[in-house]
Each structure stands twice: as structure tokens, then as C-alpha cells.
């Protein structure tokens, strides 16, 4: 069973920048693609950032592109998100995802969600 734990998240105004942690309880990290999906309230979970299994092919949500930067170390069995220029519309509870197969934009392709993390961006 894979476990996965986010941290960073908190409040932050509009502007500024957090970064997200998402530590994975596995053997080998580098079996999984890695992503992040968010959902704020009353709204559907979006996808926002997907990265492959030895980090050579990243996937961003068009909102966010060119804002946050999704990386990892296997080493470390950590993927990171990191946000700048935060938006209120990036207020949100973001979880982290894994996926034995490979990265997507489909939440329905990973296996395994974290609990989430609250960002709040203050205007």
C-alpha cells in the first residue's frame, strides 16, 4: 500500500509563492508517475501538474503553466510543486497522485491520493 503525504500548503497573498511536498512511503519511487490535482470548493478536482517516473517528461494544466514547476527526487521519494505567482483562483485543497503506469491529465489513471493540502491565496 502506498501512502502519500502532502505538506507546504498555507496561506499566502496573491503574488506570492509556496512550495508543496508529497513524500511517498515506497520501495522504489521511480515506479511511479507522480502528479498533483486540486479542487476548490464547489468546484470538480482538476488536474494541475503531472511529471514521469524518472522526471524527463512534465505535464502542466494551462492555468497554472509557466506558474508552477513539478519536480522530484527519487532519492528522496518526494515529488514537488512548486507555485509563484499566486492567484486567488488558486485557492484550493491539492492532493498529490501517483500512478503505476505513466503520467495524465486523467485522474481515473492513478492509483493512489494523498489526504491534500489547503493553499488559500488572500487578494
Known amino acids: 500500500q502506498v501512502q502519500l503525504v502532502e505538506s507546504g500548503g498555507g496561506l499566502v497573498q496573491t503574488g506570492g509563492s509556496l512550495r508543496l511536498s508529497c513524500a511517498a512511503s515506497v520501495r522504489t519511487f521511480s515506479n511511479y508517475a507522480m502528479g498533483w490535482f486540486r479542487q476548490a470548493p464547489g468546484k470538480d478536482r482538476e488536474f494541475v501538474a503531472a511529471i514521469s517516473k524518472f522526471g524527463g517528461s512534465t505535464t502542466y494544466a494551462d492555468s497554472v503553466k509557466g506558474r508552477f514547476t513539478i519536480s522530484r527526487e527519487n532519492a528522496k521519494n518526494t515529488v514537488y510543486l512548486q507555485m509563484s505567482s499566486l492567484k486567488p483562483e488558486d485557492t484550493a485543497v491539492y492532493y498529490c497522485?501517483?500512478?503505476?503506469?505513466?503520467?495524465?491529465?486523467?485522474?481515473?489513471?492513478?492509483?493512489?491520493w494523498g489526504q491534500g493540502t489547503q493553499v488559500t491565496v488572500s487578494s
Open positions: 497522485v501517483a500512478a503505476t503506469s505513466v503520467s495524465s491529465v486523467a485522474p481515473g489513471l492513478y492509483d493512489y
